[in-house]
Nanobody
């Protein structure tokens, strides 16, 4: 059974840092687009960052550029380093993946609806 498991969420003060991890079991991320999304309280799920495993392209939402960094350790683990956190970053953060079938440009993989494998989410709360 293929599944994604996120970890690393928690409570942090404004300006603090957290690193989220996402581990896939049952297969690897090789050939996938893999992304981080978040759902703030009372709002829709939104794109945060994504990467194409085959060519290392990355993309970020404007709201997190310069503060968040997506990276990986091997073919099974994805990270999201979050620095200078703000209260508006409070959300449940999800890892998601999809086979790279929409082309080799990361800009084609920014929409929530494209992703078909999701983790259970991890809560990030940033206090003022």
């Amino acid at each position: 059974q293929v599944q994604l498991v996120e970890s690393g969420g928690g409570l942090v003060q404004t300006g603090g840092s957290l690193r989220l991890s996402c581990v896939v079991s049952g297969r690897s991320f090789s050939g996938d687009a893999v992304g981080w999304f978040r759902q703030p309280p009372g709002k829709e799920r939104e794109f945060v960052a994504a990467t194409l495993w085959s060519n290392f392209q990355t993309a970020y939402a404007d709201s997190v550029k310069g503060r968040f960094t997506i990276s990986r350790d091997n073919d099974n683990t994805l990270y999201l380093q979050m620095n200078n956190l703000k209260p508006e970053d409070t959300a449940v953060y999800y890892c998601a993946s999809v086979a790279r079938r929409f082309g080799s440009d990361i800009r084609y993989y920014l929409e929530v609806i494209l992703y078909d494998l999701w983790g259970q989410g991890t809560q990030v709360t940033v206090s003022a």
